[in-house]
């Protein structure tokens, strides 16, 4: 068979496919029509996955080409020009343009979605709280330094909940105008990046240069692309979106270094089977010894795994902690709710949703 020939038949499956994208589109309208009369939420991350499940299983028993990591990319992005037929949708992220937040809210949300890039996580939330955009992207944790100190205080305060995860692992890349690294007097980056790279500071001794925070990765390479003297570490993402040359790729201490992001909005997500649950626990002084374990204990003794315990020193109280925990059931079923028993009021719902594999 000639190339001709094939790219004539890759022209008639196109074709079909613009055909069938219509047909669904049609019935997402007639959805979408329900969904406004019922006030129900557009962005049904749960069914989304559900779908995406079904394709990977069909996939496989077809003997199909495509990966899970394409199937993914072809359908969220069909997914997200649905939702905007639905309705238009603002996704606000701890920006600027270029960073790994942008990168998440893009993989989740598509091309096609109004994005509102600010330059706290505050922001974001303040922005989801005061309508301003729907959905709110920011870090939660990364494998290497922790949880994020400022999410945390934050999912204190707001009522707003958690509707989904995404991990994403995290290279960094070392960029710079300067042709030697003997030019370099400066290095930008955010501050947890610095410490994500420090074995490739100190194996070219960069340690001895000026190495200055800011808010975002994506920042620093735009401040390097203006400045020959100094460096950047950032993602290869951001070094194409400023124009500055790539000198080193994938300089992070560990190479299966993550980071977790949560998607904020003001509703809560259906029951899923791989559903996660996480909540805030405070113990008040008149609570009997032992409080954290008995209530720990619950779960353990209903099989119910705790995936995350971290602990944080409250705001209002000295030498008082808030934990964040993290646990695989629905936090609304029956199981869960009798595990809280006496301790209801001290427990902080962030939100159930699907959990990422």
């Known amino acids: 068979m000639e190339i001709e020939e094939i790219r004539k038949k890759i022209d008639e499956v196109d074709n079909r496919l613009l055909e069938l994208f219509n047909q669904r589109m049609k019935l997402v309208q007639k959805i979408g029509a329900i969904k406004h009369r019922d006030k129900t939420p557009i962005y049904r991350p749960e069914r989304e996955k559900e779908i995406l499940e079904r394709l990977y299983e069909l996939n496989e028993k077809q003997k199909g080409l495509l990966s899970k990591e394409a199937i993914d990319a072809l359908f969220l992005e069909l997914f997200s020009v649905a939702r905007n037929l639905e309705k238009p949708e603002k996704i606000a992220y701890l920006g600027p343009e270029g960073s790994f937040t942008h990168q998440v809210a893009e993989s989740r949300f598509g091309a096609v979605s109004d994005y509102l890039p600010l330059n706290s996580i505050a922001d974001v939330v303040n922005a989801v709280e005061n309508g301003q955009a729907r959905f709110g992207v920011i ?3 990364n494998s290497s330094n922790g949880i994020v100190g400022e999410t945390f205080d934050i999912l204190e305060k707001t009522e707003l909940k958690i509707i989904a995860e995404v991990y994403i692992p995290v290279h960094h890349s070392f960029v710079s105008l ?3 690294l003997k030019e370099i007097k400066r290095i ?4 947890i990046a610095f410490k994500q790279c420090e074995k490739f500071i100190k194996a070219h001794n ?3 240069v000026d190495l200055i925070p800011v808010e975002s990765t994506a920042k620093a390479a735009y401040i390097a692309s203006n400045d020959p003297n100094s460096g950047a570490i950032c ?3 951001a070094s194409k979106l400023y124009n500055i040359p790539i000198l080193f790729e994938n300089i992070e ?3 299966s270094n993550k980071t977790r992001f949560i998607i904020l909005s003001n509703f809560v997500v259906e029951p899923h089977r791989n559903s996660k649950t996480s909540i805030i626990v405070r113990f008040d002084d008149e609570n009997e010894a032992g409080a954290l374990f008995k209530f720990l204990k619950g779960f353990s003794d209903n099989n119910i795994n705790l995936s995350r315990i971290q602990s944080r020193p409250t ?3 000295n030498f008082k902690y808030s934990f964040f925990i993290d646990f695989d059931e629905d936090f609304r079923s029956e199981v869960v709710q009798n595990i809280l028993g006496s301790y209801r009021n001290n427990v902080k719902w962030l939100g159930t ?4 594999e």
């Open 253 to 255: 201490d560990y190479s």
């Open 188 to 191: 930008y980056s955010k501050d």
């Open 315 to 317: 705001r209002d109280r």
């Open 206 to 208: 960069l340690d001895r």
């Open 139 to 141: 870090p939660i944790e």
């Open 178 to 180: 300067a042709e030697n």
């Open 353 to 356: 949703y699907v959990a990422d």
């Open 235 to 237: 993602s290869s993402i």
